[in-house]
């Protein structure tokens, strides 16, 4: 894995070949971060962390974007004093062509199919 250098604000992200499908399922497993993904598929662009009306706390937030991050199902920069988060859709598609798309998919009906809010 990446190691930023010391005293930067560079995150730690797997390389593509690092990153794994027990880690990116996990991580989408967790409907707070499945959440987070369909806003950041929604919207095509990066998002900053307060982007996101997460209802918790901003340290469980936290610990949910470095979930994601450290399973490579998004790429975190910090812009200025903004933290910034993208999907890493093109590393995704690479390796397990078809399951973000699925994932999303499947996500979109059952939001549809239990009355919740569209994304």
Known sequence: ???PAAGSRALPHPERA???LEAVLHALADPLRLRIVRE???RERELNCSEFPLPVT???STHHFRVLRESGVVRQVYRGTAKLNGLRRDDLDAL???LL???LDAAAREADRLGE???
Request: hydrophobic content about 45%; cysteine-free; proline content about 10%.
């Open 58 to 60: 901003k340290s469980t």
């Open 96 to 98: 397990f062509p078809g």
């Open 101 to 103: 798309d699925r994932v």
């Open 18 to 20: 690092e990153i794994r």
């Open 1 to 3: 894995m990446m190691t």
């Open 117 to 119: 809010p569209v994304r």
């Open 40 to 42: 950041l598929a929604a």
